[in-house]
């Protein structure tokens, strides 16, 4: 029986080469399974072997994706492999966003079956499961013992051509594309029995989820400007020289609050950009140009706006999941309605 | 109001001397019924009848009906159409199970409509089941296109009439009975079963998209309340001739399957009230005065769920989500049946509207998925008709005779009454 | 009666062109061009009175569209109704390779105009008086 030959794609931490000091570490490879390659080789059947391990820093991988991906799939391509496994990354949303991008990568230029777990809300599910099979795991690594299984079964069937069912059967992040298929029933008795679930409140499953249109509607307009208290909040990641809350540079976990008292410009000298997911020079040169501090200074003095708060808020937009934006969101709306601030300047990139 | 349906299981179909039901065929004497459909709008009308199983290819087919004879109880089958004003669903009426009369004909332009009698084609269609005795007819020149729908629909009615009195007689195999009692009696059967209704939503927006009930066309009426044996009579006839996968046939309406589903657990598990029937209309005015008025019924009947059937595709999408909406709000819990518009690739958006509380959803299918069809020894109908029916594209028939359509062309393919075990999950 | 002053149709249905009963604004262009149109209305705040979407012809069969507003704008704009619209043109902009050549839709021109003015007639017929569906044209 030929060996099926498998090559696992892991991060710096479970690479097993540090925590978040070696995360810009540049790509490299290693013979056999490592970390928790180990664990998934126990799982995958006989004549599968995961061959060769190839390991990236997060942060080096978000900042060069297109360079990171190259150099990695000639790594993998190195080990000629007849599948890849990549994480899993549960909700670490660098790490998700790096699996999702190698595994395309390596998809579209070896054309070999490829495969990763996420926790569904990990920003790398959200653009990469139309492209990869991408299987549904918890949100911490605690759940590694659930997931290496849950992978391996799948990893299995792919590269063996097994052909799949739907991602409620096979249990992998739906992809959003529908196909037809033949129940046992007729549509109007299984609608009956639904009807009969939901009405004694019983669990039941639906046959089209609705998408969801997540709606915002406007406020009313500001009727008078000049007398309004305007605040500038941005994802666009302008933080004061040397980052000095960390701010990541994708898949931000936090935002910063900033003092602007005083503050009529911001120069190359007092601020920064943190963003990873744009070129920095034109922002680090001038973060108003991101913030428009200096401009919101100018109309506060010539009184076509009340004032301009004395806090902006910042973060990074690059890689956060939807749901981190909201809890953001609401933090600081809160905030800053405390301040009886009228209106919110959104600037993103 | 109590219905006693009996089935007679129809083996075979001939054209004979006589018209009538012996040994389990259906004898058709050809001459005297191409004899009453003759009629001043048709330059010529033709009749063959086809096999399960036969390599013969329909289009494009306008509706199918199933013959009924009303043996005891007031009426008669389609009411309102031959000049009659009573109420039926109550009596007896004898159903020639297993075979079908189908009208084929082009209309307005483009059209719809396949069914295959074998072959991959078969399995989308329910009508490649049953024996079908064909007509097509051919209108004559200047023909307005309302002239031509009615001519073609009065054919099929008056074509199914006539064949079911060979029923007249004859011995069902099956007999059925379904009782709906009035409102309050209904409920106090049954005091401990959930209450269930069924809303059911009709095609409505002018020429080839019409339904009549009680002869009434249906998009000048407000939603209005009915027993389901009504149904059974033929009180619904479809005038719908657009978007063959989801349209309702009037055989789909005789035989409406939730109808059927929800009598099967009556008095068991459920207690089946009635019937709400709505329209689906152009105007929003009018979409939000049927779905506020629909939702007054509901409220009135005082169920715990009810099932809601789409019609057609686009607009009527708006309609069903005004009534879950309105009806979730009374606390009434929804379940739709809907089919899907996904693209070829499955990936689109499925539907033109959506709402959270449209939580349970049944799906008779996504519309856009293509087959290949292979060439039939026989077409009875418009071949070409197929290169601009609605899931038909250029270069869909090519020179061999094969198609490749989206199933949107093959007739009752996502029907969304839930006729079919075809649906669609995600992937 | 339907009063020519109150309702405003945007159409690129030549058959329409003549209409009597309400106030015309003919659209050269396709179906997409009319939706285009009566997304900047509705945001302009004309009141949205008929779908968008009429019939169950496919929208990528069905090139001719006419779509009822208001004839004057209102004060606030109907965000349903813009949402709505959003829709629509997804809908219509995902379709719009999947169709059929203009070759083939001219041989269907007629019929295509007579199934517009259809549902343009139920619109206009319910909006104001209720008249008897089958009697024709009365644009």
């Keep these: 029986m030929a060996e099926i030959r498998v090559v696992h794609y892991l991060n710096q931490f479970f690479g097993q080469i540090g925590g978040e000091e070696k995360a810009d570490i540049t790509p490299f490879s290693q013979e056999g399974p490592v970390g928790p390659g180990t664990a998934l080789q126990k799982e995958l059947a006989s004549d599968i072997k995961i061959v060769g391990t190839v390991i990236c820093g997060d942060t080096y991988f978000n900042e060069n994706i297109e360079a990171a991906a190259d150099k990695i799939t000639s790594l993998v391509a190195g080990f000629k492999p007849d599948l890849l496994i990549a994480g899993p990354a549960f909700n670490a949303g660098r790490y998700g966003m790096a699996c999702g991008a190698v595994c395309k990568a390596v998809q579209e230029k070896l054309n070999i079956p490829v495969v990763t777990g996420m926790y569904e809300e990990n920003p790398g599910a959200d653009m990469y499961k139309k492209d990869v099979y991408i299987v549904k795991t918890g949100n911490s690594a605690a759940q590694m013992r659930k997931a290496i299984p849950a992978l391996a079964k799948l990893a299995m069937r792919l590269v063996r051509g097994e052909a799949l069912g739907s991602s409620a059967e096979e249990g992998y992040l739906a992809r959003g594309v529908r196909k037809n298929v033949f129940h046992k029933q007729r549509g109007s008795a299984r609608a009956v029995e639904m009807l009969l679930q939901k009405i004694k409140g019983e669990t039941f499953a639906t046959e089209y989820p609705m998408p969801v249109f997540d709606r915002v509607s406007p406020r009313p307009a500001i009727k008078d400007l000049s007398k309004a208290k305007l605040a500038l909040v941005t994802s666009g990641g302008i933080v004061p020289k040397g980052n000095p809350d960390h701010i990541e540079s994708s898949s931000a976990s936090k935002f910063g609050r900033y003092d602007i008292t005083g503050v009529n410009d911001l120069t190359k000298e007092t601020y920064e950009t943190a963003h990873g997911g744009y070129d920095p020079i034109y922002a680090n040169e001038d973060a108003d140009r991101v913030l428009p501090v200096d401009v919101l200074r100018q109309l506060e003095k010539e009184k076509a706006i009340g004032s301009l708060h004395n806090f902006y808020y910042a973060t990074v937009g690059n890689g956060t999941s939807i749901a981190n934006a909201k809890k953001y969101a609401h933090a600081i709306g809160e905030e800053l309605k405390k301040e009886k601030v009228a209106g919110i300047i959104l600037t993103s990139t | 109001m109590q219905l006693e349906l009996g089935h007679i299981e129809v083996k075979d179909v001939q054209f004979g001397a006589k018209t009538e039901f012996r040994n389990g065929t259906v004898f058709i004497n050809k001459n005297e019924l191409l004899e009453i459909l003759k009629n001043e709008h048709f330059s010529k009308i033709e009749l063959d009848i086809v096999h399960p199983g036969d390599a013969v290819r329909i289009c494009p087919v306008k509706d199918v009906l199933e013959p009924r004879v009303k043996i005891a109880g007031s009426g008669q089958i389609f009411p309102g159409y031959f000049g009659n004003a009573e109420m039926v669903g109550s009596g007896r009426t004898h159903v020639l199970k297993g075979m079908t009369v189908l009208t084929v004909g082009t209309i307005v332009g483009f059209q719809e409509g396949i069914i295959d009698m074998s072959g991959p084609g078969a399995e989308y269609t329910p009508f490649s089941k049953t024996i ?20 073609l629909r009065h054919t099929g009615l008056k074509a199914a009439r006539y064949v079911a009195e060979a029923a007249r007689n004859a011995e069902p195999d099956q007999i059925s009975t379904f009782e709906t009692r009035p409102l309050s009696e209904q409920l106090n059967q049954y005091p401990d079963l959930p209450r269930v209704a069924y809303v059911y939503m009709l095609q409505t927006q002018g020429l080839m998209h019409d339904t009549y009930l009680y002869g009434v066309d249906v ?22 001739c657009v978007s063959a996968c989801d349209k309702n046939t009037t055989y789909h309406h005789l035989n409406n399957p939730v109808i059927d589903d929800l009598f099967t657990r009556h008095g068991k598990d459920l207690n089946f009230v009635g019937v709400v029937v709505t329209n689906e209309n152009v105007t929003l005015l009018d979409k939000e005065r049927s779905s506020n008025f629909t939702a007054k ?23 069903l989500i005004m009534n879950c909406k309105k009806i979730e709000a009374l606390g009434v819990k929804t379940v739709l049946i809907t089919d899907e518009y996904a693209g070829r690739d499955g990936a689109s958006q499925s539907l033109a509207d959506g709402h959270p509380l449209a939580n349970a959803v049944v799906s008779g299918g996504n519309a856009n998925a293509t087959i290949d069809l292979p060439p039939m020894r026989k077409i009875i109908g418009h071949i070409d008709a197929v290169n601009i029916i609605a899931g038909g594209f250029d270069g869909a028939l090519k020179k061999d005779g094969s198609i490749t359509v989206e199933i949107q062309a093959i007739t009752g393919a996502t029907n969304e009454l839930g006729f079919n075990q075809m649906g669609a999950i995600e992937f | 009666m339907v009063s020519a002053e109150e309702f405003l149709v945007i159409s690129n249905n030549p058959a329409v062109r003549g209409i009597k009963r309400a106030k015309m604004y003919f659209i050269e262009g396709d179906c997409l061009a009319v939706l285009y149109q009566a997304f900047s209305m509705a945001a302009s705040g004309y009141k949205l009175l008929s779908h968008p979407l009429a019939g169950s012809v496919k929208p990528e069969y069905n090139y001719y569209r006419s779509i009822v507003f208001s004839a004057e704008p ?20 995902e379709r719009q390779n999947a169709g059929i050549s203009s070759e083939r839709l001219a041989l269907y021109t007629q019929d295509l105009q007579i199934m517009d003015i259809e549902f343009l007639n139920s619109a206009l017929n319910a909006l104001g008086e209720r008249i008897p569906a089958k009697i024709k044209q009365h644009l």
């Design chain 2, 132 to 151: 079908n005795l064909v007509i097509s007819a051919d209108k004559k020149e200047g023909l307005f296109q309302h002239e031509h729908e009615a001519a």
């Design chain 2, 219 to 240: 998009k000048s009426i407000l939603p209005t309340f009915m027993y389901p044996t009504e149904v059974m009579d033929g009180a619904i006839i479809s005038g719908n």
């Design chain 3, 74 to 93: 209102k004060d606030q704009v109907d965000l349903m109704h813009l949402r709505l619209l959003d829709r629509c043109l997804l809908k219509l902009e």
């Design chain 2, 297 to 319: 019924l509901v409220e009135g009947l005082k169920v715990d769920g009810v099932i809601i059937s789409e019609e057609g595709f686009g607009n009527p999408d708006a309609d």
